[in-house]
């Protein structure tokens, strides 16, 4: 799948759940769990131990219709070792055009970092496919419409602190996706092993999403 059928699909789906477990051993139950709720766009982050050992068995494990990235990812050797492992997209909470250059030299998917004016036009400007507004919640759902006042075009997607009390808030001040971490991935809910939890709790964002959308 090239980078832009990805990239509509992460569109489509209007989510991305970012994960960050303590233990590799509870990706797989909780990937699935989310997956199973609706939300297909899973980034995996590079601060959960071994993430790029089990990035393919969680891409095996839910099959050919998730879409399965890596994120916190700082550099561009990182970058390659995930997409050689099979991340379909790369997060990078800061701007680095080696990191866009390499994702897109491999037909993938770059989200790169920004938070001011300034910083996410030149993002966009470097090639990022999507800017990752970070934290959002700082700011909130009406900066990015000011900033698609003069700049349109560009493809925000907030992460930090999107909630289900404001995602339809972000989604229509015109996000093209969110970036949805400790509200949905919940690390008390994993400890107890209630994976449904995560599993209803994706439900309830992909139905605000779409209600946000009608």
Partial sequence: MGRYDILERMIECGIVAVIRTDSPEDLLDVTKALYDG?????????????????????KKALGKEAIVGMGTVLDPETARMAILA????????????????????YDKIAVSG????????????????????????????KYIKAIHGPMPYIRI????????????????????FVGVGGNLVDKKVIAEKKFEILTERAKNYIEEIKKARS
């Fill in 157 to 176: 997607s907030p992460t930090g602190g999107v909630s289900l009390e404001n995602v339809g808030e972000f989604i229509k001040a015109g996000a093209c």
């Fill in 114 to 141: 920004a938070y001011t004016p300034t910083e996410i036009l030149t993002a966009w400007e470097e090639g990022a496919d999507v800017v990752k507004l970070f934290p959002a919640d700082t700011l909130g759902p």
């Fill in 38 to 58: 609706g939300v297909i766009s899973l980034e995996i982050t590079m601060t959960v131990p071994l993430a790029i050992e089990y990035l393919p068995k969680v």
């Fill in 86 to 105: 099979g991340a379909d997209f790369i997060v990078s909470p800061v701007l680095k055009k080696e990191i866009i250059n390499l994702c897109h030299r």
